[in-house]
């Protein structure tokens, strides 16, 4: 016996959620297959829980640099992090997201069924359910976002099994730690790596951090990664460029510091690291390889994403794939976006005439270090990539020239704007400085509104804001 939805959709994320509860409000019968727990990677393992630590680190931090803004006491030194609470603090807070999804996802009329799914044909699911039980589901229509996962080591000789629990460590892993590592080596320099790296700085541990490529951040321009590197060498972290590992053993030490060895390979030749604990950061797979989609005739890339159309339908007319499963850039704002785009393709066509695609959003991200690393649109090499007969200007300016950054003596960073000199439309905006995030949004906004540069030049803002550098950053034009 099989059970016929309207609509199901695998996944609970930021996007999965939000569509399965529109689909039942609008009287279609839907399911909502979830194999671990509702709300997806950013409530449990992503964004909540890794900002709520992140808060934790700031404030020891803060705390360590009284003196600086003339607070005595306590001394530096005697700032002590309690791991545990740091831990609880985190997973109240994910308990809190957790429950509130499923209470939203359940009161809007949608069957939740846990457990994990599978292409049998076309728009046929078998369900292994948690509880042992299996279904047989069918469906009109069914909607893909069951993510990604941090990806496997891929080092020769490499064993976790061979290392006691709690020293091999992912992205979810380590956010469980109860104790403090005496030193964390990192492997991977992008925006995971760097986030956990200096947080664990902040909390009182030693930090390596190993990047194969020849700059932190690859995505981002070659001035802004030498920044951020700037700023967490500062903090004390040791970063190892153009460095590779070839060997992760378990040395089997009573010093549990050095029960992680790692031999490494970089500009200056070979050499070994020692440490308590190791954190793989370098990379995410998408969740595919259990779906069996070829039996659905599903295509995927050549990493295992599913490939989609500018409406975000697969190669199966009746399937379609939304967030990170189907490729970067991996950001709950597009997954959620792409939830928008599915609703209103979907659900609300009376109100929109011409359907929602993917083409040519303007995407945002924040990376939660500290100052935050914030962009918007193109960076300067993509923006010459895309438009090559365009007159590209750029403009940079250093956070020391922001009043607001310099009273509250958080001067770390920059901005960086790229125009097009033409039309003088802004192509894309970065800051690397005391709350990006915002700063970014302000200059998002205007994106969004096809404003030219000139029209945050000329504006008034607040004063002293972090937002009035807007007024200035553009006098550096080149």
């Not at 671990?36 to 934790?56: D, Q, R, Y």
């Not at 918007?376 to 993509?382: K, S």
């Not at 200059?443 to 000329?458: E, F, H, N, P, Y």
Request: charged share 20%; hydrophobic share 40%; glycine share 10%.
């Amino acid at each position: 016996m099989s059970t016929h939805y309207d609509a199901v959709v695998i996944g609970s994320g930021q996007g999965g959620t939000p569509l399965s509860m529109a689909f039942a409000q609008a009287k279609k019968k839907t399911a909502l297959i979830e194999s671990t727990h509702l709300g997806g990677c950013c409530v449990n393992e992503g964004c909540t829980p890794t900002k709520t630590m992140i808060a934790s680190g700031r404030v020891a931090y803060l705390t360590r640099r009284g003196p600086d803004y003339g607070v005595l006491n306590p001394k530096p030194e005697d700032v002590r992090v309690n791991m545990e609470k740091v831990r609880q603090r985190k997973r109240d807070i994910v308990d809190t997201f957790r429950s509130g999804s499923e209470r939203r996802v359940r009161g809007a009329g949608v069957d939740v069924i846990m457990g994990s799914a599978s292409f049998e044909y076309n728009a046929t699911l078998k369900v292994k359910c948690n509880d042992g039980a299996e279904k047989t589901i069918t469906a009109d229509q069914i909607f893909i976002c069951a993510g990604e996962r941090p990806a496997s080591p891929r080092i020769d000789g490499f064993n976790a099994k061979s290392f006691p629990p709690g020293v091999v460590l992912d992205s979810t892993s380590v956010q469980e730690l109860g104790i403090i590592p005496s030193h964390l080596i990192v492997v991977g320099g992008g925006y995971i790596g760097l986030e956990f790296g200096q947080l664990f700085r902040r909390l009182g541990a030693e930090v390596t951090i190993i990047q194969r490529n020849g700059q932190l951040l690859p995505r981002e321009d070659a001035e802004v990664a030498e920044a951020m590197l700037k700023i967490l060498e500062e903090d004390g972290i040791k970063v190892l460029l153009k460095t590779s590992p070839s060997s992760v053993l378990y040395t089997g030490d009573k010093d549990p510091g050095k029960a992680v060895s790692v031999s490494t390979s970089g500009p200056s030749g070979t050499s070994e690291l020692k440490g308590s604990h190791i954190l793989f950061a370098a990379g995410r797979t998408p969740n595919t390889d259990t779906l069996n989609l070829e039996a659905a005739g599903i295509k995927t890339t050549s990493r295992g994403h599913i490939v989609v159309d500018q409406k975000l339908q697969s190669s199966n007319p009746r399937v379609w794939a939304l967030g990170d499963i189907k490729g970067p850039p991996a950001f709950t704002h597009v997954s959620y976006d792409d939830f928008r785009i599915l609703r209103a393709n979907l659900l609300e066509k009376d109100s929109h005439p011409t359907a929602l695609t993917t083409v040519d959003r303007i995407l945002p991200y924040v990376v939660y270090t500290d100052p935050q690393l914030a962009h918007v649109g193109l960076h300067e090499h993509e923006a010459r990539a895309k438009f090559p007969n365009a007159e590209i200007q750029v403009a940079t300016m250093p956070m020391t020239y922001v009043a607001r950054a310099l009273e509250t003596d958080e001067t770390r960073g920059m901005m960086k704007a790229v125009i097009d000199a033409d039309t003088q439309k802004i192509l894309g905006f970065t800051c690397l400085g005391l709350e990006g995030g915002e700063i970014m949004s302000v200059v998002q906004m205007a994106m969004i509104a096809g404003s030219k540069w000139t029209a945050l030049r000329d504006a008034v803002w607040a004063h002293p804001s972090l937002a009035e550098s807007l007024n200035n950053i553009w006098g550096m034009l080149k």
